[in-house]
Antibody, heavy 118, light 107 residues
Framework: QVQLVESGGGVVQPGRSLRLSCAAS????????MHWVRQAPGKGLEWVAI????????YYADSVKGRFTISRDNSKNTLYLQMNSLRAEDTALYCC???????????WGQGTTVTVSS | DIQMTQSPSTLSTSVGDRVTITCRAS??????LAWYQQRPGKAPKLLIY???SLESGVPSRFSGSGSGTEFTLTINSLQPDDFATYYC?????????FGQGTKLEIK
């Protein structure tokens, strides 16, 4: 079945780095744009980044621009989020989601938790 | 940047009620709006896309309308499973903005 499974979360000190992964299965990963969305504890949804289906373009929320990098490996059906210079306010559940330009985000993973704390 | 503002933030309602949630965009977004349902501890679920198109498998008691800057999500005959948080979302090929969410509570 269509599935997205995130991994790589954990507890990290402020200023350090972490790389998240999102493994896709059950669909033609190379044909879809992909997003990262996060949700801080008790808060709403915050979009983080998008990468086009072929990796040719990527865009970021202002809150992470210059610190986070989204990438993908279509040969491995895997999406990544490299997070550098982490801050306490980056603490959240990070989910990957499949995006369709005229359709929204129709498939979501369950997320991986990132905690930034000294 | 486009801002999305939902109202109300919380709605106390009962099974069987009809509810309407409003989402306003800070500028015209044509029809590029989606609605999501999120139950506690679960991933968001797409309900409506392109402002008024029902996602496959979503019950017909959910409907969306609007264009430009004002949009609504209507749920007819509220069911127990519908008590959740709902988010509107503007999307295009380079940016996504969520509303702050509307939580439906049991009265």
């Amino acid at each position: 079945q269509v599935q997205l499974v995130e991994s790589g979360g954990g507890v990290v000190q402020p200023g350090r780095s972490l790389r998240l992964s999102c493994a896709a299965s059950g669909f033609a990963f190379r044909s879809y744009g992909m997003h990262w969305v996060r949700q801080a504890p008790g808060k709403g949804l915050e979009w983080v980044a998008i990468i086009w289906y072929d990796g040719s373009n990527e865009y970021y929320a202002d809150s992470v621009k210059g610190r986070f990098t989204i990438s993908r490996d279509n040969s491995k059906n895997t999406l990544y989020l490299q997070m550098n210079s982490l801050r306490a306010e980056d603490t959240a559940l990070y989910c990957c989601a499949r995006g369709i330009i005229d359709h929204g985000m129709d498939v979501w993973g369950q997320g991986t938790t990132v905690t930034v704390s000294s | 940047d486009i801002q999305m503002t939902q109202s109300p933030s919380t709605l106390s309602t009962s099974v069987g009620d009809r509810v309407t949630i409003t989402c306003r965009a800070s500028q015209s977004i044509s029809g590029w709006l989606a609605w999501y349902q999120q139950r506690p501890g679960k991933a968001p679920k797409l309900l409506i896309y392109k402002a008024s198109s029902l996602e496959s498998g979503v019950p017909s008691r959910f409907s969306g309308s609007g264009s430009g800057t004002e949009f609504t999500l209507t749920i007819n005959s509220l069911q127990p499973d519908d008590f959740a948080t709902y988010y509107c979302q503007h999307y295009n090929s380079y940016s996504v903005t969520f509303g702050q969410g509307t939580k439906l509570e049991i009265k």
